[in-house]
């Protein structure tokens, strides 16, 4: 049976953090309310546990899952290079909604990169998402906490009717408000590319990388 504890998201007790974490570095999975969606995380260097994700979701396998970390130390284990264009959208808007795709470092795993040797980042706004990334010692992934191709419930109790036990541990942060996921522009190669529409406004990317691809 899953465990379900109830935290704030802008201010989690370190009780349930610790025990997040601890469920995250044995291979668990943990659904936790991000600063858009709810999200559904394993430690993602541990593919075992990132493949539970793939089957939990039913996820097609040509999908790459992004991961949250906590500090930019982070990306560059994960990132091949960080590019002066991808500085300038960091520090724009890091922390917060906004997934830059890296190519990916050697060791990085398929399960994540899908083949396609690139790998979607971010350091969130959501103090609870940087404490449990902080706290577990490694990056999170970050889908959403729905089967693929469904819509993202917004309530724990909408996920688990989706996730149901296999899921080990919900962080249950109420109901949230509707909210867009995060943008994705695409940092890995020449020109940036804006892959989807989200939370940070694309004019808003464009002020700062005007020669973005849309």
Not at 164 to 179: I, S
Request: aromatic letters at 4%.
């Amino acid at each position: 049976m899953a465990l379900h504890m109830n935290v704030d998201p802008d201010a989690p007790a370190d009780r349930a953090m610790v025990l997040a974490a601890e469920v995250l570095q044995a291979g668990g999975l943990v659904v936790y309310p991000t600063e858009t969606l709810y999200g559904l995380g394993a430690n993602a260097w541990n593919g075992d546990a990132v493949r539970r994700i793939q089957l939990l979701k039913r996820r097609p396998d040509n999908k790459p899952i992004l991961v949250i970390v906590a500090s930019e130390e982070s990306v560059r284990g994960l990132a091949l290079e960080i590019s002066p264009v991808a500085q300038l959208l960091m520090r724009a808007f890091w922390p917060g909604p906004l997934t830059l795709v890296f190519a990916a470092a050697p060791g990085v795993s398929d399960g994540l990169t899908q083949g396609t040797g690139t790998i979607g980042i971010r350091i969130p706004s959501s103090p609870l998402c940087r404490a449990l990334a902080t706290l577990c010692g490694c990056p999170v992934t970050s889908t959403s906490a729905n089967v693929s191709g469904g819509s993202a419930p917004q309530s724990v109790q909408g996920i688990e009717s989706d996730l149901g036990p296999g899921v080990d541990l919900y962080l249950d942060g109420g109901t949230l408000p509707a909210r867009l996921p995060s943008t994705v522009v695409d940092v890995s190669a020449g020109r940036p590319r804006l892959i989807r529409a989200g939370a940070v406004p694309t004019d808003r990317i464009t002020s700062i990388v005007p020669d973005l691809l849309l």
